[in-house]
């Protein structure tokens, strides 16, 4: 049984059809890469499988349950944790007190200073800027803010999006190396990115979407070795 599974998603934005009937799974340990061009409907995906945007059509199963109708903070709560484009920190909160709301689904105090420990351990930096504000962090900062607030609710996946987004070079493949850390240690990755090449070189598989469907898919190795994928997304 796939840890997530999508079956025929439709969704659309008034009488705009942004997704038409995507199918796909994850499974548990794997690392999925969704790659497409701008507006291809990627972040619609993940907002609607993580309960931000309803969809029209189709099933969303997590663990084997329905989670289609699911409300999305009920979704965190059963092990799913979203990384959203544009980071999303707390701007006027402090880097403590923005890891300390990804674990707010959680009850057991000791548990989540474990979890604390282990997020530091994994971004020293963030532990160095532990009592600055959010805002005032620079983005390759921010973005692994986002990630470590949302390992703070011990997900059993993670959907990332755009981690690589504005980030220079060496911020890029400091975060690409964090997410192969991520998945060594058991977690699960949904990974929409723009920079097709670097997801595929860390995917286990990938699916290619293309306004609103999948037009390919398969093992990540053998697509960055695919003519139309060099192409058109690896810039060869």
Known sequence: MALLEVKDLHVSYGMIKAIHGVSFEVNQGEVIALIGANGAGKTTILHTITGLIPSTQGNIMFQGKDITKTQGYKIVSLGMAHVPEGRRVFA???VYENLIMGAYTRKDKDEIQETLKK???????LQERRNQLAGTLSGGEQQMLAMG???MSHPQIILMDEPSM???PIFVNEIFDIIKEVSAQGTTVLL?????KKALSIANRAY???TGNIVLSGNAKELMNNDSIKKAYLGE
């Open 92 to 94: 006027q909160l402090s």
């Open 149 to 151: 607030r949302a390992l």
């Open 166 to 168: 504005g980030l220079s």
């Open 119 to 125: 997020v530091y351990k994994r971004f020293p930096r």
């Open 192 to 196: 929409v990115e723009q920079n097709a």
């Open 208 to 210: 290619v979407l293309e």
